[in-house]
């Protein structure tokens, strides 16, 4: 079964407010996770990454949390906008090449 | 620079036939992965590979395989077409373990 996972399918938000998406891992050996945006008909876009000896990471509008202790990671995307509605998949690395994505949650961002 | 560029961007096949898909790396990436997506699920790891050897392999039948040429551009084969091979077939091309995915190409199989 898939070692990554998201707590909530769906996320409605409105225009301006801050998201938050989690996931939830199980595999502690795990040292790389990243974060991806997937749209309608197109691939993957890389969001943000995050190594397991940081607790923290800031992007653009873009923070990623990684709690070891409970394995838990989310996504907080700040003054969300429109163009944020899309399906946020959290990636795990498991090793030094393989990927392993949770099921994804979907975010619609209302006006 | 150019992305992660794959062709074709959609192939309707029959059950049985075989299908071929490419895809080249973004310039200077030498590390090529192949994923399969469901509708409504997350990519599925289905073959890694680095320098032209293959460096993992999902948990996918012998009826899928690849190859990466020394431009470091690769090919994903699919013999013997199911049904249930119907989806999008994403490429990767990577950076250490940082992955950088193509828009993939959506496999309709009839």
């Known amino acids: 079964g898939e070692s990554v996972g998201l707590h909530l399918p769906t996320l409605s938000v409105q225009e301006g407010d801050n998201s938050i998406i989690n996931c939830a891992y199980s595999n502690s050996a795990s040292d790389y996770f990243i974060w991806y945006k997937q749209e309608s008909g197109k691939g993957p876009q890389f969001i943000i990454d995050?190594?397991?000896?940081?607790d923290k990471r800031q992007g653009q509008r873009v923070t990623v949390l990684l709690n070891k202790t409970v394995k838990h990671l989310s996504l907080q995307i700040a003054a969300t906008q429109p163009g944020d509605s899309a399906v946020y998949f959290c990636?795990?690395?498991?090793?030094?090449?393989?990927?392993?994505f949770g099921a994804g949650t979907t975010v619609t961002v209302r006006a | 620079d150019a992305g992660v560029t794959q062709s074709p961007t959609h192939l309707i096949k029959t059950r049985g036939q075989q299908v071929t898909l490419r895809c080249s790396p973004i310039s200077g990436h030498k590390s090529v992965s192949w994923y399969q997506q469901v509708l409504g699920q997350g990519p599925q790891f289905i073959f890694q590979?680095?320098?032209?050897?293959?460096?993992g392999r999902g948990n996918f039948p012998d009826r899928f395989s690849a190859r990466q040429f020394p431009n470091y551009s690769s090919e994903l084969n699919v013999n013997a077409l199911l049904l249930g091979d119907s989806a999008l077939y994403l490429c990767?091309?990577?950076?250490?373990?940082?992955?950088?995915f193509g828009p993939g190409t959506r496999l309709t199989v009839l």
């Open positions: 990767a091309s990577s950076l250490e373990q940082k992955q950088f």
């Open positions: 990636a795990e690395n498991t090793n030094d090449y393989k990927l392993s």
């Open positions: 995050i190594r397991s000896n940081m």
């Open positions: 590979y680095y320098e032209k050897e293959e460096r």
